[in-house]
């Protein structure tokens, strides 16, 4: 069941088996599939969830001023409870919504007569509805930051775990969840045209498309990933499927007992944030730092170095290379040369 994590049926005004619940079920099944992340599974499953279990309604009933409502409703995830929503939760709101109701548009079911007719027959409830403009706010970590940040990280299992992961989404630029989802089949040897060879990795991209992709893994990352599952013990025993992050082996249980976690249960994000910040603290770092920052962080420090702007834009996999340049030039500090010729030649004001 993907509705529950706890395998029950939600307090919905619909039943599992009824049209809806069969639409709702389906419409997550289909977002796991083209996105191929847990995470997005999680994330629209906790807002449906929420919406339909705050509106007792039969979702061709809901009404566009009770959406608006729970866009604006205070937030209901751990850390955020009973605070405002910010744009970005608002936009990610409406987004799981209106996603939904377009899906169940063209979701078919057979009428009496036979014929197959759309579950959804009304205008969707979000039809009118626009996301909210939110800042660009890019954040990168000066060379100094970086190094003070990783020099906070221990060298026992875990540290080794996210001393890799922060390598790998240092060196290849990639989102959290494209990291958080390799398996260890996804890393490969390839020989290239002059007999060298690298070390590639596949991964899902972002968004609808979901495509597989392929890109380098500079050897400082494989060479962390491969110190991490040597020395956690995990080398010898990895197939094809097994994920490269795992949690934590052990687990609290009881004053005297630890007790072992599943080995092959993925590091989630939330995990990921919570050990960056607590690092970030450690390292007196004022910013607020998040996985994502080393994105950020590494198309900076490319651009710096010389890496031209299209290569930056395939190593992003942006569409647009005018992507590319905003999110460049939110990075880069920029002088104001005219203000310097100003200044020249009015400087005795």
Known sequence: MLVSTKGVWPPFAFSESSAWGKCLESYLQRALDRSGSQHTLVKNRQILGDFFSTYHKAPDEIVQSEIEAFMRSPGRATGRIGRSPGPGLQNNRLSSLRSFYSYAAAYGITGQDGRIYPLLKTLAPTANMRALRTPRNYKALSTDEVQRLFAQIPRDEQGLRDFALYSSL???????????????GDITQTTLEDGSSITEFTFRGKGHKGVLDVQELPP??????????VKSGRREHMDPDSPIFVANIYQAHSRSKPRRRDPLKPLTPSAVWASMRRYARLAGLSKKVHPHVFRHTSARMRFKAGEGLQAIQHLLRHENIATTSRYIDGLIAQRDEGARLLSAAFGNL
């Open 170 to 184: 240092l060196f290849t630029a990639r989102r959290i969840s494209e990291i958080l989802n390799l398996r260890y």
């Open 220 to 229: 400082q990352a494989w060479e962390a990933i491969t110190h991490y599952l």
